[in-house]
């Protein structure tokens, strides 16, 4: 890394979040930060020129289920489970403000 967490820059970063930190917290933080970075400074360094680029570390396959076609319940058997049914359809409160 090419500069050291401070203070000024965790409640700058808080700033930007529109978090409120107290002075505690911001120390604590700045130590916590300047770990995370230090250790991703580490993996930075790691010699990966013969690890092969992936989107995902594990094989994946399609879990889709076939697409078949199956008949759908009868109208009036799901319009039985309908609290009101007007026109052999269902009947639902109107909307505020849409129609008359």
């Known amino acids: 890394m090419t500069g050291e967490i401070d203070r000024e820059t965790v409640a700058h ?9 107290s002075d505690d917290e911001i ?3 700045t130590g916590q930060l300047a770990a995370v970075l230090e250790y991703a400074e580490a993996i930075q360094q790691l010699d990966t020129s013969a690890v092969p680029p992936m989107s995902h570390p594990l094989p ?10 199956v008949p759908s319940l009868p109208r ?23 129609g008359t």
């Open 13 to 21: 970063v808080a700033r930007l979040a529109r978090l409120e930190l």
């Open 27 to 29: 120390e604590l933080f």
């Open 60 to 69: 994946l396959q399609n879990v889709l289920r076939a697409d078949v076609h």
């Open 76 to 98: 009036s058997r799901v319009l039985e489970q309908a609290p009101v049914v007007e026109d052999d359809r269902f009947r639902v409160p109107r909307i505020v403000g849409e």
